[in-house]
């Protein structure tokens, strides 16, 4: 296993297009996180995955944004009729169940970038 | 509410010598992890280290240790002998233990490793 994988790496969308980037997490960990990054500052939590459950959304999430994690493997975010505010790099991470003494780490992907035009 | 504050935007150190990254968190949970990851201009996220709530001793890894101030909620990053790799935006996260789910980020520090 390499490592959390993201793809597309960039997307450029017109404004009112539709996009789905997938990420494929680290096999053995059953948590997934979407997280979106805007120049400049840290992570914002978009939404989270145990299994195949999607058990929180921010309340950043618009209803455009969608995200599913069919069979607990990988996951998609599609971002629907797009807008210039949705430019930003989308991560994705994964990691173990937290035990009740020990939080893990996330190991994230690459990322995507998008522009919208 | 969770809330994670790191007020250097930048800090400048010279290689070869320690620098001390400032964080302080907020909440009202007595059970929670403190983080740090450091994101290169490659971009990836890399996790650096990670506190326990109720850990007694400080966290290290490497050059890297956690200064848990736990009555303060302070929890800074000290990087030994820097080095120039080491430039980079450092983000300081917590993740409540029970019953959350998601780790918050503060804004970030970038750090500049000067030869």
């Known amino acids: 296993d390499t490592g959390v994988s993201q793809d597309p790496r960039h997307k450029i969308t017109k404004r009112g297009q539709n996009v789905t980037f997938r990420c494929d997490p680290i096999s053995e960990h059953n948590r997934l996180y979407w997280y979106r990054q805007t120049l400049g500052q840290g992570p914002e939590f978009l939404t989270y995955f145990q299994n195949e459950a999607q058990l929180e959304k921010s309340r950043l999430l618009s209803d455009r944004f969608s995200a599913e994690r069919p069979k607990g493997s990988f996951s998609t975010l599609e971002i629907q009729r797009t807008e210039q505010g949705d430019s930003a790099m989308y991560l994705c991470?994964?990691?173990?169940?937290?035990?009740?003494?020990?939080?893990?780490?996330?190991?994230f992907g690459s990322g995507t970038r998008l522009t919208v035009v | 509410a969770q809330k994670i504050t790191q007020t250097q935007p930048g800090m400048f150190v010279q290689e070869k010598e320690a620098v001390t990254l400032d964080c302080t968190y907020d909440t009202s949970d007595p059970s929670y992890g403190l983080f740090w990851y450091k994101q290169p201009s490659s971009g990836e996220m890399i996790f650096l280290i990670y506190?326990?709530?109720?850990?007694?001793q400080n966290a290290t890894e490497g050059r890297y240790s956690l200064n848990f101030q736990k009555a303060r909620k302070s929890a800074n990053l000290v990087i030994s002998a820097s080095q120039l790799g080491d430039s980079a935006m450092y983000f300081c996260?917590?993740?409540?233990?029970?019953?959350?789910?998601?780790?918050?980020f503060g804004a970030g520090t970038r750090l500049f490793v000067k030869a």
């Open positions: 996260a917590m993740r409540e233990g029970t019953g959350g789910f998601k780790t918050i």
């Open positions: 991470a994964s990691s173990l169940r937290d035990t009740l003494t020990h939080n893990y780490g996330y190991t």
């Open positions: 506190q326990g709530s109720y850990d007694q």
